[in-house]
Each structure stands twice: as C-alpha cells, then as structure tokens.
C-alpha cells in the first residue's frame, strides 16, 4: 500500500511557507528539522521582490532545547532585516507579523 505523501521521510522533516506581495508569489521559507527532534533546525529564505527584497538566499539556524526552534531559525536567516526586532523562539506568529508589517503574507505549504 502507498504511503502518504505527509508521512514520507522527506516531507515528514521539512515545513515551507510561500511569501506573497501584493497578489504575487515573491519568496520562500524552507525549514529542515533533524531526524532526532534534538538536532539543529535550519532555515532557508528567499525574497525577489517588496520591500525586503535580498540578492541570493538567505541561511539560518537554531539548535538547543526548550524554545521554538523553527521561529529562531528564521530569523537567524533574515539577520539585519529585522533591524534588531527578536523573533528568535516566539513562534511562527511572530515570524508572520514580522512579514505582515511590511506588506507581505505568508502560506503555509508544507
């Protein structure tokens, strides 16, 4: 029997979300969890267009325990683009808020 697609290793420890702007599709957030839980979370994001439009991909990671790892990945990525707002360990939520402030929304897909 075939397996569903949500349970294949390969989906199983990645989560992605789509950046959208103004009606358009202009970046991505790719999330890769360790096998373990334990490990260390990295974060790959993209944006080609807006207002916090970067050249190239942007890398980040977390690791450690008791806090949100995913949040702190991707905001270890985005860097200086946060001008110094922390939303290291707050959660997706933040993460989300971060990008509706400056005219984006986020799509979770995976």
């Known amino acids: 029997m075939a397996k569903n697609f949500f349970d294949l290793p390969a989906v199983r420890q990645v989560s992605a979300w789509v950046i959208c702007h103004e009606g358009d599709c202009v ?17 790959f994001v993209t944006i080609w267009s807006g207002p916090l439009q970067q050249d190239g991909r942007m890398t980040g990671k977390a690791k450690g325990y008791g806090w949100d790892k995913t949040s702190g990945a991707v ?12 939303l290291s360990g707050r959660g997706m939520g933040a993460i989300t808020s971060f990008f509706e402030s400056h005219g984006y929304s986020l799509w979770s897909v995976i």
Not at 35 to 40: H, S
């Open 27 to 43: 970046g991505k957030i790719l999330v890769a969890y360790p096998k373990d839980g334990a490990g260390i979370v990295r974060a």
């Open 75 to 86: 905001d270890d990525a985005l860097g200086n683009l946060t001008n110094g707002l922390d």
